[in-house]
């Protein structure tokens, strides 16, 4: 008998369709010359109830951007983002208001993030009072009760934010963001300001988090590692674009994009006799503002040919659930 999860791996959640984000700028004298930044140019995909999606890039690659571009924090230059099957592009700010408990964000910084002002207790309350939910003893039992589902005490909820460790810190986010019983989660770096011990912890709450409660987490970061821990699919980011989307076994044993493979060659073995090739880059990312014509990784790809140059390749599918955007996939 199949668990609910599984089932609910069928019912698509999020839909993102042709999604793109230009940002202008002047340069030259004056500001007289006009441009875009092309921070996420075309994007498409599909994320399923109970899923956890990756999201991996180098710095500056439009991961942190297509995640406030799905929450509707940013307005996309064209494309669709559909939540459970709601154009959440163009919405009307009072009917997107009504469906923002259902979308939450995790933020990268656990020190930033939170108010030094106000103790936990009316951090994590906050989202109830701006949605007109329960208070009083209600209130206090809901309070207790993610304490408790993030590993914290009850008496944590006294205390200020500065009496806390980074760790610490995050399980409080975590437990602002699950207050209203969310079904999307964006983390946004979420353990890449901790240490490697407290990350393990972290990410091992998030997969309870799933497990447990259902829910649907986009999670963008820098390391393969982390990223494959807690997802089922996996998307590569290069320059605005994806280049690679696979479930995330499949994009470890067969990564079929050269700029995948280099990520991979990357991370660090866990023993000195397995060694592994490692596959280093020349030069340096493009600006997204001048964006190469062609492949936008063709400038550092070690197989580019003419028509590399020449022609932006579709990514397409190479394999069931396993899509390339590359001329020559490997």
Same mark, same amino acid.
């Given at each position: ?20 984000? /230009? ?15 092309? #921070? ?70 656990? /020190? ?12 994590? #309350? ?33 205390? /200020? ?55 649907? !987490? ?10 494959? !821990? ?28 050269? /700029? ?36 936008? !990784? ?9 028509? &590399? ?10 394999? #069931?659930?396993?899509?390339?955007? &590359?001329?020559?996939?490997?």
């Amino acid at each position: 008998m199949k668990s609910a999860l599984l089932e609910n791996h069928k019912e698509p959640l999020l839909k993102v369709q042709g999604l793109k984000k /230009y940002y202008p700028y002047r340069t030259g004298w004056l500001g007289a010359r006009k441009g875009h930044i092309q #921070a996420v140019d075309d994007l498409s995909f599909v994320v399923h109830k109970g899923e956890t999606l990756g999201i991996v890039g180098e710095s500056g690659c439009g991961k942190s951007t297509l995640g406030q571009l799905i929450l509707q924090l940013e307005e996309p230059t064209e494309g669709e983002v559909w939540f459970a099957d709601q154009r959440l592009t163009g919405m009307s700010e009072k009917k997107l208001g009504s469906i923002r408990s259902d979308l939450q964000l995790i933020f990268q910084d656990p /020190y930033s993030s939170l108010n030094p002002r106000l103790k936990v207790r009316d951090i994590i #309350a906050e989202p109830f009072r701006i949605h007109g939910l329960p208070k009083g003893e209600s209130l206090e039992s809901r309070l207790a009760e993610l304490m408790e589902t993030v590993g914290l005490a009850k008496y944590h909820l006294d205390r /200020y934010p500065h009496e806390f460790s980074g760790g610490q810190r995050q399980r409080i986010s975590i437990a602002r963001a699950l207050a209203l019983r969310p079904k999307l989660i964006v983390c946004d770096e979420a353990v890449s300001a901790l240490d490697a011990s407290i990350q393990a912890q972290i990410l091992n709450l998030l997969r309870k988090l799933r497990r447990e409660q259902g829910i649907t !987490f986009i999670f963008i970061a820098h390391g393969l590692a982390s990223v494959k !821990f807690v997802s089922d699919k996996i998307a590569v980011m290069y320059l605005g674009k994806i280049v690679e989307l696979a479930d995330k076994n499949e994009l470890f044993s067969h990564p079929r994009h050269p /700029y995948t493979q280099s990520l991979l060659s990357a991370i660090p073995v866990s023993h000195p006799r397995d060694k592994k090739q490692r596959i280093v880059l020349k030069g340096d990312v493009p600006s997204p503002s001048n964006p190469p014509n062609g492949c936008r !990784f063709h400038t550092r790809c070690p197989i580019a040919q003419e028509i &590399c140059r020449n022609q932006s390749p579709e990514l397409r599918e190479i394999t #069931a659930d396993h899509r390339v955007s &590359c001329h020559f996939p490997l």
